[in-house]
């Protein structure tokens, strides 16, 4: 492992080394200090040879105090093992201990600890991510992946995939990797701003194992809990094994709906399971299989009303969101004469039932003229008379209040095969083909609701329509780097992408108050292009390097399924952008100090963004505008001794709209100067880490985690309209574990000064405010078998 990690031949006599065992190596540290530390005790040492490491007897047995080390991971952000701080790009790595001694077992709570990463929700059970303030509607502009399976939401009506995702609690988790700035070239679309790759723990074919834990937390009056087992089994040893994880979630509610006399409406559950088999042939060749199932409930929105106090909403109807993922993957690793072949095959499904209020929509065009001669037939060279009118608004009342009641059912089919050098050498290659095919299935339902429970009334439609979508993905790709084992490596990248999509709509029951009449249609679109990659690297030490690089990202196009939309609309184009880089990260004071820094330009084109039609009943994506986006990141982990770390993150982002985003077919787009809404200018965290060896056996962990986010705003328009101030709040975290030999007990309070200010805001007719869930306490429990 630790050759494949180093990537250096290792020689030694089998005789000499049998026998001999050594402790586990963590942390962050160069490859001649992990080796010394590897056969510390052992009695053996090492020395170079022509390029390799020579393992020796010593002649004496070395005992060392540890020292303090910053930790560190290997991550395969490259698609290959390399360490996160030398490899040459902006990433953020989190090993699956990190993300619990932090408690992050949702993306919610993950997001807090990786500043510049930005998550908005779109919609109960919903969120939307991004990177470097590339944030926008339609395909992902942060690629969602798990192991090497992108994963994406459904176009639905809006054509939005970006807009969901299929979120796995973060259960057993290796380790979590941000990739940050266009990853176009090894990940492909949807990965414009960046990529969240989350690496889920294999089988370990040699030792079993097995762990329970358990927590129980309270906000607002209200309970949670929360259990996960498991369980790893070798089948023959070295050869087969399994590792079984199944886990539920409940997150209690804290926010209540005052029309409808609702106390704690927005409980959350989650339950699933993920069952992997490992094969080693030879130490050559690996397979992989993985199944993984979840199922999670949201009871209600999470948004209170803007202008109500903190928590309170006074929605018409009852949100909830119902979700159902189930993921198979396959993956191969053959090494051979020097190469390697990697291969991933994974098929998903993603059933989900979303509802939204759509009440304000709905008595918005009581009085609409074109609505009455809808719905009363009238020609249009006729005129709708008063009393005509009143009938009309009177269906229009009737009809309230009213909710979007949507099944959606995904299905997509992912491969890959990569081809790349597995041996040292000045140069070295990468070479892949990917192949995506995604479909989804839409039973938009414009229904009449409860106005007592807020509950649907089924089968009372308003209007309902069916939308069809199908995606093919298909891109060639490569990477060559020169100086691959020297100092000095430059890399060369590139992609080359075609895609096609299909769109269906078919309007079962005209919804005359919205105006569905023209929702009958076909549509289909296409594209190829080319997503390049520049990168140079110097290594100035063998613990520091800087970079610079040029990189290009992309979006595929689409069709809009808005009805009546004109036809210069109905489609829009791929979106592309350039991201210009100076990096530099190392490590300094034998390891306690490491940094990461980059410096960033972006240049985004025919960005793609959401407008609403005149009568604010639909959404749609057109090409209009271009922005720039300037920014630094700044990363800092320190160990000041073995007892005391810590870690500061900073990001500063500026992202403007460089030239207009003007339609007279739709409203709520921007004008040059306007900066794009949430994305925070300034955005930092800092955690602080306490260990202690209390005797007999214990020892005492505390972390502080302190997350900074900026100001920004809700739309284009500062206090115009339905505009709302986000952001600019502290958050404060604090958990302290207590550790035996297989005993571990811990407390948390989370949202310590109890925030209430909005981290985003929709842009319905009613706006909704999500702010950070309310101070929560807890306890938690584990035993390792």
Not at 456 to 464: K, N
Request: some cysteine; hydrophobic content about 35%.
């Amino acid at each position: 492992m630790f050759s494949a990690q180093s990537d250096r031949d290792i020689l030694f006599t089998p005789t000499m080394v049998g026998g001999r065992r050594s402790k586990a190596v963590f942390g962050r540290m160069d490859p001649d200090a992990a080796l010394n530390a590897l056969l510390r005790g052992s009695g053996l040492t090492w020395r170079e040879f022509q390029g390799r490491y020579l393992v020796e007897q010593a002649p004496a047995p070395a005992v060392e105090e540890p020292e303090a080390e910053v930790e560190g991971l290997v991550v395969t952000a490259l698609r290959r093992p390399t360490l996160d701080r030398l490899t040459p790009m902006s990433v953020r790595a989190f090993s699956g201990e990190d993300l619990t001694r932090a408690g992050a077992a949702t993306f919610t709570q993950a997001a807090t600890l990786m500043p510049g990463l930005t998550q908005t929700s779109t919609g109960t059970g919903r969120n939307r991510f991004s990177l470097r303030g590339v944030y926008g509607s339609g395909e992902a502009t942060t690629a969602l992946y798990y192991d090497d399976i992108p994963v994406t939401g459904p176009s639905g009506t809006t054509a939005d995939p970006g807009g969901s995702s299929p979120q796995f609690l973060l259960v057993d988790v290796e380790r979590m990797e941000l990739l940050r700035g266009p990853q176009g070239t090894l990940y492909g679309s949807s990965a414009m701003g960046g990529a969240l790759k989350v690496v889920f723990k294999r089988p370990d074919l040699n030792e079993p194992s097995a762990s329970l834990s358990g927590e129980a937390s309270t906000n607002a009056g209200y309970w949670g809990e929360a259990e996960t087992l498991v369980v790893n089994r070798p089948l023959v040893e070295d050869k087969i094994g399994v590792r079984l994880a199944a886990y539920h979630r409940r997150d209690p509610p804290y926010l209540e709906n005052r029309r409808l006399g609702l106390k704690g409406i927005n409980d959350s559950a989650t339950w699933g399971g993920r069952l992997g088999v490992g094969f080693q042939f030879d130490n050559d060749v690996q397979i992989n299989l993985t199944v993984a199932h979840q199922e999670a409930r949201d009871g209600d929105t999470s948004g209170g009303w803007a202008g109500a106090p903190p928590n309170v909403s006074y929605g018409h109807v009852r949100t909830p969101f119902d979700s159902r993922m189930t993921m198979y993957e396959g993956a191969l690793s053959w090494r051979f004469s020097g190469m390697r072949l990697t291969a991933n095959a994974a098929s998903y499904t993603w059933k989900s039932t979303r509802q939204i209020d759509y009440t304000g929509t709905l008595q918005s065009e009581r009085l609409s003229l074109d609505g009455c001669k809808r719905y009363l037939q009238i020609p249009d060279t006729a005129v709708c008379t008063a009393p005509q009118l009143a009938a009309y608004s009177s269906y229009v009342d009737s009809r309230a209040p009213g909710l979007l009641y949507q099944p959606i059912d995904l299905y997509a089919d992912v491969q890959e095969v990569r081809l790349q050098s597995d041996a040292p050498g000045y140069f070295a290659w990468t070479a892949g083909v990917f192949r995506e095919v995604r479909s989804d299935t839409i039973d938009s339902q414009v229904i009449v609701g409860d106005p007592a429970t807020g509950l649907p009334r089924h089968g009372d439609f308003t209007g309902r329509r069916i939308v069809d979508s199908q995606l093919t993905q298909r891109a060639v790709y490569g990477e060559a780097t020169l100086g691959a084992d020297r100092d000095t490596s430059f890399v060369l990248g590139a992609r080359r992408f075609t895609y096609d999509k299909r769109t269906d709509g078919e309007a079962l029951i005209v919804n005359v108050i919205s105006n569905t009449t023209e929702a009958n249609f076909r549509s289909t679109t296409e594209e190829s292009g080319w997503s390049l990659k520049f990168l140079a690297s110097h290594r100035f030490s063998p613990s520091a390097m800087g970079y610079a690089q040029a990189s290009q990202g992309f979006r595929p196009g689409g069709v809009n399924t808005v009805p009546g939309l004109p036809p210069n609309l109905s489609a829009y184009g791929a979106d592309s952008l350039w991201n210009y880089e100076l990096g530099l990260k190392g490590a300094w004071l034998n390891n306690r100090l490491q940094v990461n820094t980059a410096l960033y330009r972006i240049d985004w084109q025919d960005m793609q963004y959401t407008a609403n039609s005149t009568n604010g009943a639909f959404s749609f994506i057109t090409n209009l505008g271009r922005a720039r986006v300037n920014g630094l990141e700044a990363d800092a982990s320190f160990a000041f001794t073995p007892a005391w770390r810590g870690g500061a993150n900073l990001a500063l982002t500026d992202a403007i709209l460089t030239s207009d985003q003007a339609s007279a077919d739709g409203v709520g787009l921007g004008s040059a100067g306007d900066r794009i809404p949430a994305v925070p200018r300034i955005a930092a965290d800092g955690w602080l880490e306490y260990r202690r060896d209390l005797g007999g056996g214990l020892e005492l962990l505390v972390r502080t985690d302190a997350a900074y986010v900026g100001r920004s705003n809700s739309t284009f328009k500062p206090g115009v309209g339905g505009d709302v101030a986000l952001g600019d709040y502290w958050l404060f975290n604090s958990r302290a574990f207590l550790r035996a030999a297989r005993w571990t007990v811990g407390a948390f309070i989370e949202n310590l000064t109890d925030v209430d200010d909005p981290s985003f805001a929709t842009s319905a007719r009613q706006p909704l405010t999500i702010a950070p869930r309310p101070r929560r306490f807890g306890l938690t429990a584990s035993y390792d078998f």
